[in-house]
Structures are given as structure tokens and as C-alpha cells.
């Protein structure tokens, strides 16, 4: 983008009002003493969507960004012919995020994690100075090796070594991108405990997750995307979850359109679903509870191993804090819906038929979520419906070139000495 400059902004606590500036880097209110997200709240409160040549900086009124990055590309809403026919549905529209060329969409990553990754790494200023460090599942790693390799920015990346397969790339990365990973048998959860033994040392920068504000408002552009498409606000949302950072997104993005003024007053209702067995915030959602229920370890870490959408197994999500899942789903009268894997496959199978492109398995949880809800009645066939299509077309792209897989540089077990950990990853770079 040509003349671009520095979206302004402030920063505002959920738990206090508290409003304050960024210092560059900010991920929680230091002052305050409840766990709280923070906002940011821009000062261009009518967005101004930009050229599709722009990619996901289209939106950039609404990204708290300093500069924008090579590649980018915007999620495709479109109004559903083939699925909503199957589920009788008038007003449903898909926000792709993936590869599937015939309706414009190139995610080369396969998942809308490239949201993410091109609105946090444009938060990070050129001259930062230190490795950001991004613990990941699978898609969310795969999304910033891409973006950090294209535009030079030095990256380190926790991964579960049962996950590993999902960093194909397609050509070789950046040398300024390293891996790590947690022996097999850990997960996400054990994988985020390594990233923090890194980060004892000030070489290197926590991206945030949940609490960094570009990464929320990154994948709130999926909303974006549905709403400018449409010329409204939906009446639903459907998604599947697994730290609930992309539906607290749609939330956001859902009041800023209302302050906008232009698409409608209403809150859409988020409706979310896990994979069964791994159901820690279904669970809790279904019992009224703020808190997430007691989850032993080692379960956990067996029900994470027996999903087939291994994207969605967070342990420790961003679901009770000011803020977060739980308030969002209050907030918007909202849902959660727990599916398993022979019918998010269901799902995936009904979707390449209807619309002609394969979905990964988190999509194929959102859809037959979908589907339930128009079953039993929750949503009637003139609602207007987004479906958030997290990740497809991998099988498409695939069949197009040959792909390239990261290897980590360094394997640890779970319970690494931090000590040693931080000794060997600095020796990385």
C-alpha cells in the first residue's frame, strides 16, 4: 500500500474502562488486578474498505498496525448456493479462508491463521530487534513461518511433535525462521509451557496470543469481510473453537460495525463448537460456569491425541477472563455445540459435494454445527448466516505443486529443564 501510514488507536482494559497508549508492544493492562482483555479502539470509527489488491490490509482502518507486508490476502465472503440448498437455507454466506481460486481466494497457508500472522507481524515494529516466539498447534505456526520467511522477520516457532506434519511450506523458508517442538505425546498446552521457558530471556518477544490485539483484529476481519459483502451484520456466526480467540474476534468486529452505523445495531449470535472429547469450554459453557472445569492433564492430553481437528485442543483458553469467550457468548446470546469426528467428516463430505472444495476438520466441525442447529430449529431457513470456513482447499493446492516440510532444529521432553531449554534455542540464533 502506497503512502501507508500508522493506524491510530488507544487502548482500553474491559475489566476497568481503563483507556491508555500503546507503548508498541502492549498485551495486558499492568494496572489492572482482574484478568482482562485489552481493545483497541481506533479513531477512524467508519471503516474504509480498500482495493482486494491491498489483501487482508483492506481493512487496515480497524489493524493496529505500523506498516503492512508482502503477500497478504483478504478472506472471500460469498452467498451459498450448494450448501444452503442441501440445509434449506435462503441466507447463508461463507467466509472462505483458504485456496480455492474459482471464488478469489489464495491463502497459500490453507487457514485463515494468515489473518493473524500479517496484522501481528505488521504490529511489530521493522526495527524491533528480538525473535518473536509463537507457540502454535499446527495452522497458526505454519501462517507466521510464511509471513515471518517472506518479509525477514526472525521467528520462533513451538510446535507438539505429533503436529508437525502440518508445516508444509510450498518452497523452503527464510533461515530466520527455527522450530522447536515438544517430544510426541505433549500438546498445544505443552508446547505453549516450552515458548515460555524462552522467553526467561529479553532476545525474545511473546507474540501473545489471545491477549495480542492484532491477532484478534486480524481474524476479525473474517467479519469484516461477511458484513461489507452482505451490507449487514449476520444474525449468526458459526465457528469452531479452540482457544475462542477467532469468535471473541467476531464480537469485536460485531460492536465496531455497530459504531460504524452503516450495517445494523444487533449483535450476531456466536455459535461455536468443539471436538468431541476434547470439550473443556463446551463443557463449562453447558454448565453455566465462568470457570473452566477441572481437566486432568493426562486426559486432556489423550482426549487432544483422538480429535482429528488437533487445531482446536487449547487446554488453557482465553474463556474466562474480562473478555473472553464466556463474555462474548453472554453477550450475544450465543451457543456452543460439541461434535465428533465421524460427523465433522460428515460435514467435510456434504461441503466438497455442495460447494466443490475440501475443508479441514475444524471447518467440517463448524459446518455440522450448522446443520444441527438448522435441525433442531435454532436457526430458521430466512436467517441471515455466516459460516466461518477457518481453513480449506489444501487438497486443491496440493494438486498443484510439490510441498516442502519444516524439521525442527530441537526436540524436548515435556518436563525440559527451562534452563537448558533457553540455553540451546539461544544458541539458534
Request: charged share 25%.
Amino acid at each position: 500500500m502506497e503512502d501507508f501510514k500508522a493506524t491510530e488507536y488507544s487502548l482500553r482494559t474491559v475489566a476497568t474502562g481503563r483507556v491508555f497508549e500503546d507503548a508498541g508492544w502492549a498485551i495486558d493492562d499492568e494496572l489492572s488486578e482482574k484478568p482482562s482483555l485489552i481493545r483497541a479502539e481506533y479513531k477512524k470509527k467508519q471503516i474504509d474498505v480498500k482495493p482486494e489488491s491491498c489483501g487482508i490490509y483492506r481493512f487496515a482502518d480497524w489493524l493496529p498496525i505500523k506498516r503492512t507486508l508482502a503477500g497478504s490476502c483478504a478472506p472471500i465472503t460469498y452467498k451459498s448456493e450448494g450448501l444452503a440448498k442441501a440445509l434449506g437455507m435462503t441466507n447463508l454466506y461463507i467466509t472462505f479462508n483458504g485456496y480455492f481460486p474459482k471464488i478469489g481466494a489464495r491463502m497459500s497457508t490453507c487457514s485463515f491463521k494468515e489473518t493473524e500472522a500479517y496484522s501481528v507481524c505488521a504490529r511489530l515494529a521493522a526495527d524491533c530487534g528480538k525473535v518473536l516466539v509463537v507457540a502454535s498447534a499446527g495452522n497458526t505456526a505454519r501462517a507466521f513461518a510464511k509471513v515471518c520467511s517472506d518479509n525477514h522477520i526472525p521467528l520462533l516457532l513451538s510446535v507438539p511433535a505429533d503436529n508437525l506434519d502440518a508445516l508444509w511450506f510450498e518452497a523452503p523458508l527464510n533461515d530466520c525462521v527455527k522450530l522447536i517442538a515438544v517430544q510426541k505425546g505433549g500438546d498445544y498446552f505443552d508446547a505453549i509451557n516450552l515458548s515460555n521457558m524462552v522467553l526467561a530471556s529479553d532476545k525474545f518477544l511473546a507474540e501473545g496470543g489471545a491477549k495480542n490485539i492484532a491477532r484478534r483484529d486480524g481474524m476479525g476481519t473474517t467479519v469484516l469481510s461477511a458484513t461489507t459483502h452482505i451490507g449487514r451484520i449476520p444474525d449468526f456466526y458459526f465457528q469452531a473453537v479452540g482457544s475462542g480467540t477467532g469468535a471473541i474476534a467476531a464480537w469485536e468486529a460485531n460492536l465496531r460495525l455497530i459504531e460504524d452505523g452503516r450495517f445494523g445495531s444487533h449483535k450476531m449470535k456466536l455459535m461455536v463448537s468443539q471436538n468431541a472429547p476434547f470439550l473443556p469450554m463446551y463443557k463449562a459453557w453447558k454448565a453455566d460456569s465462568r470457570a473452566l472445569l477441572p481437566y486432568d492433564a493426562d486426559q486432556a492430553r489423550s482426549d487432544a491425541e483422538s480429535i482429528n481437528a488437533k487445531v482446536l485442543s487449547n487446554r488453557k483458553p482465553p474463556y474466562s477472563l474480562a473478555g473472553g469467550l464466556y463474555d462474548a457468548l453472554k453477550d450475544t446470546q450465543g451457543d456452543m455445540f460439541a461434535v465428533t469426528n465421524s460427523e465433522a467428516e460428515e460435514a467435510q463430505r456434504l461441503f466438497l459435494e455442495t460447494e466443490g472444495v475440501d475443508i479441514y476438520s475444524a471447518s467440517g466441525v463448524a459446518t455440522y454445527s450448522l446443520m444441527q442447529a438448522v435441525r433442531d430449529g435454532q436457526v430458521q431457513k430466512d436467517d441471515v448466516v455466516m459460516l466461518n470456513i477457518t481453513g480449506g482447499g489444501e487438497k486443491h493446492f496440493m494438486q498443484e505443486r510439490q510441498v516442502w516440510n519444516l524439521e525442527p532444529s530441537l526436540v524436548f521432553p515435556i518436563d525440559a529443564d527451562p534452563k537448558a531449554v533457553l540455553e540451546d534455542v539461544a544458541n539458534l540464533f
